[in-house]
């Protein structure tokens, strides 16, 4: 790979995000974590599938690995986090086993998508972006899930749940407000 191909490595030295989780998390294992970058080339080009090997080990990537991945490549630790902050599909947070995504795009919005969001942030004791303490959920939100005939929508893992409605809402999470 070129050294024009990984601006972005220097691009994401701006645009830090931040790397603590703030709920409890297992411990890492880090003699995982040096076999996987043990057994990594030591080229910048290798930065990205490790994150991803990282990723698919412990489900998210954990800060303590990124000065591990840094020294091995030659990097900072600033730039590796910046790739992770630049592309959406790597997480330095633990994700819930399922994730929850409401439509808050137009059509979900205007037939109460605004509602579904608030009520779904009710049941799950969360805010956008957080994953519940059991790692049980992640709730996000997109912009449009391309059924908006069935608005308004929401996603729970692979599934879409369509015309939603606050009973609805209430049955899909009913248990997160029972507290199981
Ligand atoms: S706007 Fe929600 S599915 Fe299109």
């Known amino acids: 790979m070129s050294e024009r191909s990984l601006d972005f490595l220097v691009r994401g030295e701006k645009e830090q995000a931040p790397v603590e989780s703030e709920m409890a998390t297992k411990e890492v294992n ?5 076999e996987l970058i043990a057994g990594c080339s ?3 080009w290798a930065l990205i599938p490790l994150l991803q090997k990282v990723q ?3 489900g998210y990537i954990p800060p303590e690995c ?3 991945i840094a020294r091995k490549l030659r990097l900072f630790p600033s730039q590796v986090q910046g790739v992770i902050s630049f592309y959406a599909q790597l997480y330095t947070q633990p994700r819930g086993r399922k994730v929850v995504r409401v439509c808050r795009g137009t059509a979900c919005h205007v037939r109460g998508g605004k509602t579904i969001l608030k009520l779904v942030k009710e ?9 519940t303490p ?4 992640t709730l996000e939100t997109v912009a449009c899930i391309g059924v908006c005939a ?19 809402v209430e049955l899909l999470f009913r248990s997160r407000r029972a507290g199981g």
């Open 30 to 34: 880090l003699t995982r974590v040096n």
């Open 42 to 44: 030591e080229e910048r």
């Open 56 to 58: 698919s080990e412990f």
């Open 66 to 68: 990124i000065p591990l």
């Open 123 to 131: 049941h799950l004791g969360i805010e956008e972006g957080e994953t």
């Open 134 to 137: 059991d790692l049980e959920y």
């Open 150 to 168: 069935l608005a308004p929508n929401i996603v729970v893992g692979d599934r879409v749940y369509g015309r939603m409605n606050p009973k609805k």
